[in-house]
C-alpha cells in the first residue's frame, strides 16, 4: 500500500511541478508577445496613419512588406482605426485590407473547422467594409454555430448594403430570441430601407420574430411601417399588440391617436399600458379624459403609465392629473398625487402658501385639502416639519392636524 | 456457557482502523468529485473566454431592447461607506436601472447621510406589498438623480430589508448588492446576457466575488488591484479562487448551482416573489433562496436555469483575524444546515433532478459531513498512536498525498484565474498566490473544518448570532463624510 502511495505522490507532486511551470511560462511568454507587438506598433502606426489621413495611394508602398507577427499589428492598426472613422480615411483603410491580402486571408479563414475561428474572421471582415466579401458572409448565415451567424449578421449589418438586408430578415427565423433581438438592433440602424424590407417580409417570420421586427420598426420611425403597426394593434398575440402600440408612439404621428384610443381599452394589460404611454407622447387633448379613465386601472403599470402620458402633456395633462386628486377611485387619487409630486406641482403649491397675494393663498390652501383628502401626505409631513420658512410650516400643520380636512 | 468477557483492547483497535479505512475511502470519493469538478470547470471556463472574445457588451449597453433592472441594496449603521457605494453604483456603466437603498433601521446616520448627499426629500410612491415586511417609515426620492430611490424601514434584517426593496422596484429583474461591496462598472451588462439569451428560462445569476482588501479604491471604484500584504486575506484570495472558478463553474454547468452570493445576484422578480421573497428563518438568506427557488419551480415542473457566470466582479472585504472569520464562517455553515432542514424532502428525490439526486446529497456527504470526517480522522491518529497501531510510514505518506491533492487543487484554481480573467497582473502577485496555494494546506483548510464542527453545534444549540465583521473599510478616510 505505502508504495502505492509513492507512487501517487510522486505523480502528484510531478503534476504541481508542471502546472506552475505552465502557468509561469504562460504568463511570460503572453508577456513578451505583448511587449513585442508594442515595440512593433509603435514603430510602423505613425506610418499607418499617414496613409490613412491620405499620404500615398497604397499603404505597402510606404511599408516593407509585413511578415509573422508585424503582419498582425499592421492588421489590428488599421482595424482599430476602422471602427471609428469614416468617408475617405475609412475607404482607404478598406483599400489598404484588400491591397496587402488580409481580406482574402480572412475570407479564407471564414471555412476553418473551430467556429471562433470563424466567427473572428467575420467580426474583422466586418470592420474591413469589404464589398468583395460580402456572399462570403452572407453564405455564413447558415452555419451551424449561432455565434458564427451573430458575427455575420454583424458584419452584414456594418456593410450597410441593401443586398445585406435580406439575409438579415431571414436571419430572425433564429430560433435564439437573443439573436433576434441583437439582428433587430442591427436593422435598426440600417434605417428606413431595413423598415421597408422588414413590413414586406413580416408575414413570413414566426411569432417570436415578429415582436422584435415591430420593436424594430418602431426604432427606425418610419412612416411607412405606421400601415401595418395600425393592422397589428388587432393582432391576436397581445405581445405584438403591445409592442405595436409602444412603436406607434415611438413614431409621434399624432394621427395614430383614434386607433391607440382604443388600444387603451384592450382586454390585456400589457397592450393598455403602451398605449397609454404612446397616448402621453402624442400629446392630442383628446387623449386627456381617456388616460383620466386610465388612472383607475386596475394595473399598477397601466395607471403609472397613464399618469406618466398625462404628466408629459404638459399644462393640459396636469390639470388633469390635478383633477383627479377627487376622483373616488383610491388608485386614481393615489396615482395622480405621486406623479403631481415627481412633477414638483406640489412643492409650487406648497410655496405659494407664503405668497402676499391672498387669492394665490387660497388657491394653494385648496389644493393642498384635496391632497390630504386622497390620503398620500407623506410628503406634505416631511415637508411640515423641514421647510424654511416658519408661516408655510404652521399653515401646512394646520391643515394636517386630525380632523382639519373634514372640517 | 460462554464467557462474555469483552476485549476492550481489541474491539477500540478494530474501530479505530475501521474508522481509518472509512477515512480513506471517503478522501479518495471526494477528491475524486473536486477533480471532476475542477476537470467540468476547466472546460467551462475555456468555452466562456471563447465566447466572451466576441462579446456584445456594447450592444447590450445601446439597445433599447435590453431588460432594465433594480438594484436593491440593504444598509443597516452604514454610514461610514453607503454614499460613496450609492455614488458608484449610479456610475455602472448599464442603460436603464434603478438603485433602491434599504435603511434597515439604521441606528446610526445612514438615512442622514444619504439625504444630505443626494438632496431626498419624501415622496408618497405608490407600490404594491407584494411581500410581508416591517413597517416602511418612509420612502425618499432625488430630484437631482431620478433613478435614486431610498427606502427608511423598521429594522427586520437583510432578508426583510430585500423584501422591502423588491415590493418598490419597479422593473422586472433585481440585482442584490451589499453595502459594503463594489461592483465593478461593466458588471451589470455582464450579469444580464445570460437574461437575454435565455429570457424565459433563466431565473437567477450570480456573479464572482472577489477580495478588495489590498486593492486600491478611488471614488467607490478599484483602481488598482492587488493582493493583501496580510496572510490571512491571501489565503482567502486562494480559497474563493477554487470556490468560485472550479466550485460554482462546475455546479453551474452541471444545472445543480445551489448558492448566489448575496453580495451579487440578479434575479427575475416574479419568480423570488413566487417563491415567497427572502426567508428570515435562515441565517444566509442567498442560499435559502436558490435552494427555495430550485424547489419552487422543479415543484411547478418549470423549465428554468440558474447560473454562475464568472466575470461579472464584486469587490468585497474579508476578514482579516481569525475571531471575525471564524463568527463569519460559522453563520455561513449554520445557514447551510437550517436550509438543509428546511428542505430535506428533497434529498434524493428524483422529482428534483439532479439538485436531489446530486446536489444535495453532495452538500449532506462532503460540506455537512466532511468536518466531521476530518476532525474525527486527526483524533482517530492519535488514538491510533497510543494504541501502538499506527503505521507510522503509511500516515506520513497518506498525510503527504491528501496536503498534495490540496496544493494540486488550489494551483488548478490559480491556473484557472490565469488562463482566463488574470485580475492580479504583477508578478509578485502570481508568486505570491502559487506560494500560499501551498501553505493554505497547512493550517488553514484544517481550522476551516474546525470552525465548522463549532457551527454544528451551534446549529443543534440553536444560536442565532450575527456578530460584527470589523470591517477595517477599503476607503480613504478623506472621503468618508463627517470624519475628521
Not at chain 2, 503509511?394 to 490559480?414: N, P, Q
Request: aromatic letters at 8%.
Amino acid at each position: 500500500m505505502s508504495e502505492v502511495l509513492i507512487q501517487v505522490l510522486w505523480v502528484l507532486g510531478g503534476v504541481l511541478v508542471l502546472l506552475s511551470l505552465y502557468i509561469i511560462a504562460n504568463k511570460a511568454l503572453r508577456e513578451m508577445r505583448e511587449k513585442r507587438a508594442a515595440r512593433i506598433r509603435r514603430d510602423l502606426e505613425p506610418r499607418i496613419l499617414e496613409y490613412i489621413n491620405g499620404k500615398g495611394e497604397r499603404l505597402a508602398a510606404l511599408l516593407p512588406p509585413p511578415k509573422g507577427m508585424e503582419r498582425q499589428v499592421v492588421e489590428e492598426v488599421l482595424l482599430d482605426n476602422a471602427r471609428f472613422l469614416k468617408g475617405n480615411s475609412r475607404a482607404r483603410i478598406t483599400a489598404a485590407c484588400e491591397d496587402l491580402g488580409y481580406v482574402r486571408e480572412r475570407v479564407r479563414q471564414l471555412r476553418n473547422p473551430r467556429w471562433w475561428k470563424r466567427a473572428e474572421a467575420a467580426e474583422k471582415l466586418a470592420a474591413m467594409k469589404s464589398p468583395k466579401s460580402a456572399q462570403d458572409i452572407i453564405a455564413l448565415m447558415r452555419d451551424e454555430v449561432p455565434e458564427v451567424r451573430m458575427r455575420a449578421a454583424r458584419a452584414l449589418g456594418q456593410m450597410e448594403t441593401r443586398t445585406s438586408i435580406k439575409p438579415l430578415i431571414e436571419a430572425f427565423q433564429d430560433p435564439n430570441r437573443w439573436s433576434a433581438l441583437r439582428i433587430a438592433d442591427i436593422l435598426s440602424g440600417m434605417g428606413p430601407e431595413a423598415a421597408d424590407e422588414l413590413v414586406e417580409s413580416f408575414a413570413t417570420l414566426p411569432i417570436k420574430a415578429r415582436v422584435a421586427a415591430v420593436d424594430c420598426l418602431g426604432r427606425v420611425r418610419s412612416h411607412r411601417a405606421a400601415g401595418l403597426l395600425i393592422k397589428l394593434l388587432s393582432d391576436p398575440d397581445r405581445d405584438i399588440r403591445a409592442r405595436a402600440a409602444h412603436s406607434l408612439g415611438l413614431i409621434g404621428d399624432p394621427n395614430f391617436t383614434p386607433d391607440l384610443l382604443r388600444s387603451v381599452k384592450d382586454p390585456a394589460w400589457p397592450v393598455r399600458a403602451m398605449a397609454a404611454k404612446a397616448l402621453g407622447k402624442l400629446g392630442r387633448p383628446e387623449a386627456v379624459e381617456p388616460l383620466r379613465e386610465a388612472l383607475k386601472d386596475r394595473e399598477w403599470w397601466v395607471r403609472i403609465n397613464a399618469a406618466e402620458g398625462l404628466r408629459s402633456m404638459g399644462e393640459r395633462g396636469l390639470a388633469a392629473l390635478v383633477g383627479a386628486i377627487e376622483a373616488e377611485d383610491r388608485y386614481a387619487r393615489h396615482a395622480a398625487v405621486a406623479t403631481l409630486e415627481g412633477a414638483g406641482v406640489l412643492d409650487q403649491y406648497v410655496e405659494k402658501l407664503a405668497s402676499p397675494d391672498e387669492r394665490e393663498r387660497e388657491k394653494a390652501l385648496a389644493f393642498i385639502r384635496k391632497i390630504v383628502a386622497a390620503e398620500r401626505t407623506d410628503h406634505l409631513m416631511q415637508t411640515a416639519a423641514r421647510h424654511a420658512q416658519e408661516k408655510v410650516r404652521e399653515q401646512l400643520s394646520r391643515i394636517l392636524a386630525p380632523g382639519e380636512v373634514k372640517a | 456457557m460462554i464467557p462474555l468477557a469483552i476485549d476492550w483492547h481489541d474491539l477500540l483497535q478494530k474501530s479505530v482502523i475501521g474508522f481509518n479505512r472509512y477515512v480513506i475511502y471517503y478522501f479518495i470519493t471526494l477528491n475524486s468529485v473536486y477533480l471532476l469538478l475542477f476537470l467540468v470547470s476547466l472546460m467551462e471556463v475555456v468555452r466562456f473566454v471563447r465566447r466572451t472574445f466576441f462579446s456584445d457588451y456594447q450592444q447590450i449597453l445601446k439597445s433599447e431592447m435590453t431588460l432594465p433592472i433594480s438594484i436593491v441594496v440593504p444598509a443597516h449603521n452604514e454610514e461610514r461607506g453607503i454614499v460613496d457605494t450609492v455614488r458608484s453604483l449610479l456610475q455602472l456603466n448599464y442603460g436603464e436601472f434603478e438603485v433602491l437603498v434599504v435603511n434597515d433601521g439604521s441606528k446610526d446616520g445612514t438615512l442622514e447621510q444619504l439625504v444630505r448627499a443626494f438632496n431626498l426629500r419624501t415622496t408618497d410612491r405608490i407600490y404594491r406589498r407584494t411581500l410581508p415586511t416591517q413597517k416602511v417609515r418612509g420612502i425618499y426620492a432625488s430630484l437631482e438623480v431620478p433613478n435614486l430611490t431610498v427606502v427608511d424601514k423598521e429594522q427586520g434584517g437583510k432578508s426583510d430589508a430585500l423584501n422591502a426593496g423588491i415590493n418598490l422596484s419597479r422593473y422586472p429583474l433585481f440585482c442584490s448588492v451589499d453595502a459594503d461591496s463594489v461592483i465593478e462598472e461593466n458588471a451589470l451588462l455582464r450579469v444580464v446576457k445570460p437574461f437575454m439569451e435565455h429570457p424565459e428560462e433563466m431565473v437567477a445569476v450570480g456573479g464572482i466575488v472577489r477580495i478588495i482588501n489590498g486593492c486600491e479604491v478611488r471614488d467607490g471604484r478599484v483602481v488598482k488591484i492587488g493582493l493583501p500584504r496580510r496572510v490571512l486575506p491571501v489565503f482567502q484570495v486562494v480559497e474563493y479562487l477554487r470556490a468560485f472558478l472550479s466550485g460554482r463553474i462546475g455546479w453551474s454547468v452541471l444545472r445543480s448551482l445551489l448558492i448566489i452570493s448575496g453580495a451579487f445576484g440578479l434575479y427575475k422578480k416574479s419568480e423570488v416573489i413566487a417563491v415567497g421573497g427572502y426567508d428570515s428563518n435562515t441565517d444566509t438568506e442567498d442560499l435559502e433562496l436558490v435552494v427555495k427557488l430550485h424547489e419552487g419551480l422543479k415543484k411547478r415542473k418549470v423549465k428554468y436555469r440558474i447560473v454562475f457566470v464568472p466575470d461579472p466582479v464584486c469587490w468585497t472585504e474579508v476578514p482579516e483575524k481569525f475571531k471575525t472569520l471564524l463568527m463569519q464562517r460559522n453563520r455561513w455553515h449554520r445557514g447551510l444546515l437550517q436550509s438543509f432542514r428546511l428542505h430535506w424532502r428533497m434529498l434524493l428525490n428524483p422529482k428534483y433532478g439532479v439538485i436531489g439526486t446530486l446536489a444535495l446529497p453532495y452538500f449532506l456527504l462532503f460540506e455537512m459531513l466532511g468536518p466531521f470526517v476530518e476532525v474525527l480522522g486527526y483524533l482517530s491518529v492519535i488514538l491510533a498512536w497510543l494504541l501502538g497501531i499506527l503505521n507510522m510510514e503509511f500516515f506520513l505518506l497518506f498525510l503527504l498525498v491528501a496536503v498534495f491533492y490540496g496544493v494540486f487543487l488550489s494551483i488548478a484554481a490559480v491556473l484557472l484565474e490565469e488562463i482566463s480573467f488574470r485580475r492580479y497582473p504583477a508578478w509578485e502577485d502570481l508568486a505570491r498566490l502559487i506560494w500560499y496555494a501551498i501553505w493554505e494546506n497547512l493550517g488553514y483548510r484544517q481550522l476551516l473544518a474546525l470552525f465548522k464542527v463549532k457551527a454544528f453545534f451551534d446549529f443543534i444549540r440553536r444560536r442565532r448570532r450575527w456578530g460584527e465583521m470589523g470591517h477595517r473599510g477599503f476607503r480613504p478616510a478623506a472621503a468618508v463624510p463627517g470624519q475628521h
